[in-house]
């Protein structure tokens, strides 16, 4: 985002313009943060710092939804989605989540070059059959965000849908989004056959490390391709060092960082850092 319009944003006029556009019911808190609301849920955005190995700090984060009932009550995101049962509902909430993700990023965080992570629901990469991403690039214009400073997260359990995962991958790249895939447990074969499609970060569990003998080889994989390595929910130190030893190039987890209702661009402890 350009200088200029980071003052712009600033403004709370500014919010307004943006939300008299959108079709979203959207409130801008006192502090500058951002909520939408989905029947009778108000929702919210959490960040969680994604770490670079070879620079030492945060490079990315990685949003969340969090969200409370009329009554004040939390609600855990499945119980969220779980009120859109109808393809359009699912639509409607998916798109709103990433748009107030978007809001919150960019407003309230000043670096030029940190990318923002973001989910998308399996249920709405089968239910919208093309253009993949066009509605949130059309909202990222709007704010004045380009696509290549947001990574899309494909959930692990499109890789059992070889088309479905070659046709969104396609999708969202060619709309200049970046591309985040999970490693779900299986061979990485299918990683390589996707040839130019191949994602630019592969995402990995930091549990999986522990169990599988052929992650060295998923390592040499990914980066054969030109992509990174990042290895996520890191909870104990022996999971970090794992990680080290992997040749991560990216670390995300609550050890290093939880995810918070505020972002921050921070340096990775002396403890954190690999021993050369």
Known sequence: MNTSANNTFTALDEFELINSATDYALKRADNGWISGYFYQCELTSVFQPIFSIDLGKTIAHAAYVRSKSNEEIALWPWQVFAMASKDDQLIELDRLCRAIHALNYYFN???QSDNLFVEVHPRLLESVKDDHGRAFENFLDLIGVKTSRVVIEIPAIVNRNWKLLQHVIGNYRSRGYRI???YSGTNSDWMAELGSLYPDVVRIAASDLMRHETIAELANTVHSFGASLLVRDIETAEQLAAAKRTEADYLQ?????KPLSVIKTTE?????RPVN
């Open 180 to 182: 985040a895939a999970n």
């Open 253 to 257: 987890g609550n050890l290093l960082g």
């Open 268 to 272: 990775l402890t002396p403890a954190s």
């Open 109 to 111: 965080h000043t670096s």
